[in-house]
C-alpha cells in the first residue's frame, strides 16, 4: 500500500518561494510525479524524479530522497496563477500505477 | 505534444440513464489509459487500468459491471456510468500513457463533470 502526506493549505505573497513537502511510504518505488491541478481542471504534469537529488525547470524545481521517503516541489518568484492545487504521486514498481496524495492548495497573495 | 482530450466536458442526466465519455490521446499512441474519479477537495482516486484490446483491471471497490470500460484503440477508451445514480456525481479524469504507466508520464484530460439529479 502507499501512504502519501502532504500538507493542506499553504499561503505565500507574490514573489515569494513555496516549498512543499511530500512523505511517502510504499512497498515498491518507481518514482514519483508532481502534478498541478487548477480548481474545476484536470492535473497537468510538472516534474518526475526517480533518482535522488534536484531537478529544476524553471521556477519550479523538485527534490527526492529515496532513502528519507521525501519529495518537496519548490516554487519560486510566485505569481498568481500560481494559485491551484499540488499533487504529489508515487509511482510503485509492482503495478505501475500512480497512488496520489491529496493535494496542498496554494494561495498566492497579492 | 501528449494531448489528451475528453468528450463531454459536462454531462447533466437523470438518474437510470447510463452516460458515456470518451477519452482520445490527440498525438500519440497511449498503451495504458487510467480512469480517476475525484470528489471535491479530494484527490484523484483510480478506478480502473485499461490497456488497448484486453479487459479493464478495476480497483478494488470499484464495480465493472456498473463502470463499464473499453480500450477499443491506442487512441481511444470509453467509460460509461451505467444505471447512474447521484452519488455517481464527481469529476472523471482519464489519463493516457504510451508506456505501462510506472516511469512513463501520464497525461490527464480535461475531466468530465457529470451531475446526476
Known amino acids: 500500500g502507499q501512504n502519501i502526506d502532504q500538507p493542506t493549505e499553504m499561503t505565500a505573497t507574490e514573489g515569494a518561494i513555496v516549498q512543499i513537502n511530500c512523505t511517502y511510504q510504499?512497498?515498491?518505488?518507481?518514482?514519483l510525479f508532481w502534478y498541478q491541478q487548477h480548481a474545476g481542471e484536470a492535473p497537468t504534469f510538472l516534474s518526475y524524479n526517480v533518482l535522488d537529488g534536484l531537478e529544476e525547470k524553471g521556477r519550479f524545481s523538485s527534490f527526492l530522497s529515496r532513502s528519507k521517503g521525501y519529495s518537496y516541489l519548490l516554487l519560486k518568484e510566485l505569481q498568481m496563477k500560481d494559485s491551484a492545487s499540488y499533487l504529489c504521486a508515487v509511482s510503485h514498481s509492482n503495478d505501475y500505477k500512480l497512488s496520489f496524495g491529496a493535494g496542498t492548495t496554494v494561495t498566492v497573495r497579492a | 505534444g501528449a494531448v489528451v482530450s475528453q468528450h463531454p466536458s459536462w454531462v447533466i442526466c437523470k438518474s437510470g440513464t447510463s452516460v458515456k465519455i470518451e477519452c482520445r490521446s490527440l498525438?500519440?499512441?497511449?498503451?495504458?489509459m487510467f480512469w480517476y474519479r475525484q470528489f471535491p477537495k479530494q484527490s484523484l482516486m483510480l478506478m480502473a487500468t485499461?490497456?488497448?484490446?484486453?479487459?479493464?483491471?478495476?480497483e478494488q471497490g470499484v464495480e465493472k459491471d456498473k463502470f463499464l470500460i473499453n480500450h477499443a484503440s491506442l487512441t481511444l477508451s470509453t467509460l460509461t456510468v451505467t444505471s447512474a445514480h447521484p452519488e455517481d456525481s464527481s469529476f472523471y479524469i482519464c489519463?493516457?500513457?504510451?508506456?505501462?504507466?510506472?516511469?512513463?508520464?501520464?497525461?490527464f484530460g480535461p475531466g468530465t463533470r457529470l451531475t446526476v439529479l
Open positions: 510504499t512497498s515498491g518505488f518507481n518514482g
Open positions: 485499461s490497456n488497448e484490446g484486453s479487459k479493464a483491471t478495476y
Open positions: 498525438d500519440f499512441q497511449a498503451t495504458t
Open positions: 489519463s493516457a500513457s504510451e508506456g505501462q504507466g510506472g516511469t512513463d508520464t501520464q497525461y
